[in-house]
């Protein structure tokens, strides 16, 4: 079955950096993009953008672009988040989701991976 | 960017009920919305997309209508797995935008 297992929590302190990893399977993963969502403690989900697992070509919603950079290590089956210069406003869980084929939609989510930034 | 004001936040209804969740796009996105759950422990579900299409998996007891900027999910003969948090989205543009969510609890 399909399968999206995120890295576990991480808590860092401001302007550290932090790599979170996607790894998949159940699937060709270069067949399906890959997005990034985020959701602060206790808000709505956040579209940040998403990769192409063929080409490696990132897309990034322009709140998001500068710090973070998405990856991959294909033969690894996985995606990765990079978020650099942490914030306390990076705090929140991050989600990498699978693309429905042909469509700007997420068909397959992560479990989360949880990011707190605090002094 | 297209704004997706969902409505209403909260929603308490029994089971067996029907209840309605509306999402209304700031601007024309012809019938590209999706509608997603989010529940604690779970991964997040997709349950329709291009407005009225059924994920592979969503029992038809979901619905989906609308086209241009105003969209309704309507779900039948509630269960105790229904409740949870329901997320509009729209797939038109970048950037792909969400609703804020509507909490659908047991009364």
């Known amino acids: 079955q399909i399968q999206l297992v995120q890295s576990g929590p991480e808590l860092k302190k401001p302007g550290e950096s932090v790599k979170i990893s996607c790894k998949a399977s159940?699937?060709?993963?270069?067949?399906?993009?890959m997005h990034w969502v985020k959701q602060a403690p206790g808000k709505g989900l956040k579209w940040m953008g998403w990769i192409n697992t063929y080409t490696g070509q990132p897309t990034y919603a322009d709140e998001f672009k500068g710090r973070f950079v998405f990856s991959l290590e294909a033969s690894a089956s996985t995606a990765n988040l990079q978020i650099s210069n942490l914030k306390n406003e990076d705090t929140g869980t991050y989600f990498c989701?699978?693309?429905?084929?042909?469509?700007?939609?997420?068909?397959?989510w992560g479990q989360g991976a949880s990011v707190t930034v605090s002094s | 960017d297209v704004q997706m004001t969902q409505s209403p936040s909260n929603l308490a209804a029994s089971p067996g009920e029907s209840v309605s969740i509306n999402c209304k796009a700031s601007?024309?996105?012809?019938?590209?919305l999706a509608w997603y759950q989010q529940k604690p422990g779970k991964a997040n579900k997709l349950l329709i997309y291009s407005g009225s299409t059924l994920q592979s998996g969503t029992p038809s007891k979901f619905s989906g209508s609308g086209s241009g900027t105003d969209f309704t999910l309507t779900i039948r003969n509630l269960e105790p797995e229904d409740f949870g948090l329901y997320y509009c989205q729209q797939h038109h543009e970048y950037p792909f935008t969400f609703g804020s969510g509507t909490k659908l609890e047991i009364k």
């Open positions: 159940g699937y060709t993963f270069t067949d399906y993009a």
């Open positions: 601007k024309i996105i012809s019938n590209y």
């Open positions: 989701a699978r693309q429905l084929q042909l469509r700007y939609v997420m068909d397959a």
